[in-house]
């Protein structure tokens, strides 16, 4: 039985092919697409309970297609990238991602994400129809704002990933290091992490 249907999109071939197969053997329906414009084609056909986006594409981007998924089909989308810069990291939260995911990461590693995403997807979709609106955080938002579906913990930690090219595990141990020697919880430490990256990315903040 299925796990759920899930859109990936990836204009690398290589990596497409490998995270469809690996989502496949791990019980999903995979529905995959190398390009933005068919990524949204599919979505209409197919209706997926979730979408994994690559973000920087050519054509449309991974940004464009989250934003048509969030508006018109309200389908849950989670971004795999090997970018976390402030832009970018600022992109993700405002479009309201359920989960960031910064590559290099292997298919035992975005199982359990993905897994994941669809248990806070089945769970909001339970909990009554949410407006696509209520899925961004508003302009105005504190930087301690960050959208409900997205985990603090993996943002912080992908930017760790991305900041001093560590791998996954490195990175969160990092983490970890960094909030026992603030007397801060992990979730709280990761918090603080995203807050200064977010505000790093405001306009006028730099430079």
């Known amino acids: 039985m ?9 204009d690398d071939r290589l990596v497409l092919a490998t995270l469809s197969y690996g989502l496949t053997q791990a019980g999903f329906e995979v529905i995959d697409a190398d ?10 056909e197919h209706r997926p309970a979730l979408a994994l986006l690559d973000i920087r594409m050519e054509g449309l ?9 969030r508006e018109y089909l309200q389908t849950p989308f989670m971004f795999l990238s090997a970018f976390a810069d402030e832009a970018t990291v ?12 910064v590559k290099p990461l292997d298919i035992s590693q975005i199982v359990p994400a993905v897994e994941a995403a669809f248990a806070r997807s089945t769970a909001q979709a339970g909990a009554a129809a949410t407006p ?57 430490q990761a918090r603080r992490i995203v807050d200064a990256v977010e505000l790093l990315a405001r306009p006028g903040q730099v430079g």
């Open 90 to 101: 600022a992109k993700v939260m405002e479009l309201g991602a359920v989960a960031y995911l």
């Open 61 to 69: 981007t991974g940004f464009d297609v989250a934003a048509y998924l």
């Open 132 to 188: 696509a609106a209520a899925l961004q955080a508003p302009a105005s938002a504190a930087p301690s704002e960050l959208p409900v579906q997205l985990d603090a913990t993996a943002l912080a930690v992908g930017i760790l990933m991305h900041r001093y090219s560590l791998p996954r595990d490195e990175a969160l141990s990092r983490l970890m290091s960094l909030a026992s020697a603030d007397g801060h919880s992990l979730p709280e």
């Open 35 to 44: 390009n933005g414009d068919d990524a949204i084609l599919l979505a209409r």
């Open 2 to 10: 299925s796990k759920g249907k899930i859109l990936v999109v990836d």
